[in-house]
């Protein structure tokens, strides 16, 4: 959709598919810092001169509305809601963002892969309230589940394999199966509360 660097006058509200938001260091390393789903909206930049300093891959066939940035503007002086969308948006990024710093930064291998399921798992079954889906199609790669990590991809791999045999996760041909909830939220670290409210969480839109 667009890429660091980008100083497009549009916006972009993600109507179907699945987008990685990511950085690169100068190396050429890459780092995922989000996994965009439907009812996301990208390409807000920080300031109206400063260019994108992330970037957005499709990692599916995508739908989105383009909307030029002097539309929105002119929408929101008119209609609170649109404000009130993009400031749950921004506040949603901001939680995501802060939440993966954390895994990052002081939870486990296991607990960051354990982490990113539970939350992809539970985003996507949000789409359809009622639906207690326990399989999904994940369209990740094991190098992007580690580019959003922070691992390589051989010890992604030992940590699916790990789980699958401990009958906790299957993750196999982008489709992702929970096996045992109940531990997969003992591995992640979550109280049941917690849990809880992130399996009722209403579409994330």
Request: proline fraction near 5%; hydrophobic fraction near 45%; aromatic fraction near 8%.
């Amino acid at each position: 959709l667009f890429s660091l660097g980008w100083t497009g006058k549009s916006v972009f509200n993600l109507l179907d598919g699945w987008v990685a938001v990511y950085t690169l260091l100068e190396d050429g390393r890459r780092q995922i810092v989000q996994f965009a789903l439907p009812g996301a909206i990208l390409g807000i930049l920080p300031s109206r001169r400063g260019p994108a300093t992330i970037g957005a891959q499709a990692l599916t066939d995508v739908t989105v509305a383009v909307i030029p940035v002097p539309v929105l503007t002119a929408h929101t002086r008119t209609e609170p809601e649109i404000c009130q969308r993009l400031v749950r948006s921004l506040a949603r990024d901001c939680s995501l963002a802060f939440d993966h710093l954390t895994s990052i930064g002081r939870r486990s291998a296991r607990e960051r892969v354990a982490h990113l399921l539970l939350e992809l798992f539970t985003r996507y079954r949000a789409q359809w309230p009622g639906n207690h889906i326990e399989e999904m199609t994940l369209p990740l790669t094991q190098e992007q589940i580690g580019d959003a990590t922070g691992l390589t991809f051989v010890h992604v791999n030992r940590v699916l394999s790990a789980m699958r045999k401990e009958g906790i996760v299957q993750f196999h041909y982008r489709r992702l199966r929970i096996l045992n909830p109940d531990r997969l939220i003992e591995v992640v670290g979550l109280d049941t509360e917690t849990a809880m409210g992130w399996l009722e969480r209403r579409p994330w839109t």
